[in-house]
């Protein structure tokens, strides 16, 4: 099988290795299941207020997001074998890149080549059907008293869970495997 892999994706890591290690780094990462999707909403609220957030909803204000972009790349990507919650030490993949793009925060990743096979089987089989909830660390709220949780400034985002979609505080987060063809 060979897989499609993002060409940003292995230019962005690319510089940090000599010429021969170059080579093995291209066959390492393109033995890997890349991902991309849509973390949150930008500057909408929640539709379930996420954990930690004291049963409010939320609003992630671009201006939060933006601040916090750069540290999304390299965040673990962790899951929980029900799909409803975080769980932090099971480490599923990683983040190579993080943008805005009219009012979402979307992301991409891959999953790890050491994945135990009935995970990776699981999560192809859930696939769209999945969502993602992020975790941060330093979330400023504008207004502790307010029914909504507006965030002006998240110092670090420190890690995404893979989760049905149904169960992530923004509804319209998604997961989508990409392609892969057959040779």
């Known amino acids: 099988m060979i897989r499609k892999v993002p060409n940003y994706e292995v230019a962005l890591f690319l510089p940090k290795y000599s010429i021969m290690k170059q ?7 393109t033995k890997r299941d890349y991902f991309e999707g849509i973390l949150c909403t930008l500057d909408v609220p929640s539709n379930d ?3 930690g ?8 204000t671009t201006e939060a997001a933006q601040g916090a972009l750069s540290t999304l790349i390299g965040a673990h990507v962790d899951y ?6 975080h769980n932090y030490d099971i480490v599923v993949g990683r983040i190579v890149r993080a943008w805005i793009k ?3 925060l979307h ?4 999953l790890n080549s050491t994945l135990d096979p009935n995970v990776l089987d699981r999560i192809h089989d859930l696939n769209e059907s999945l969502g993602m909830s992020f975790e941060c660390q330093g979330a400023h709220v504008e207004n502790m008293k307010a029914p909504i949780w507006r965030l002006k400034k998240i110092e670090k985002f420190t890690g995404i869970a893979l989760l049905l979609q149904r169960r992530a505080a923004y509804h319209r987060s998604t ?3 990409l392609n892969t063809v057959s040779s």
């Not at 957030?53 to 992630?60: G, L, M, T």
């Open 23 to 29: 080579k093995d780094f291209i066959i390492e990462y």
């Open 49 to 51: 207020p996420p954990h």
């Open 102 to 104: 009219d009012g979402y």
């Open 53 to 60: 957030s004291n049963r409010h909803k939320i609003i992630v």
């Open 175 to 177: 997961f989508k495997l």
């Open 107 to 110: 992301v991409l990743g891959f």
């Open 80 to 85: 929980e074998p029900s799909w409803y919650h």
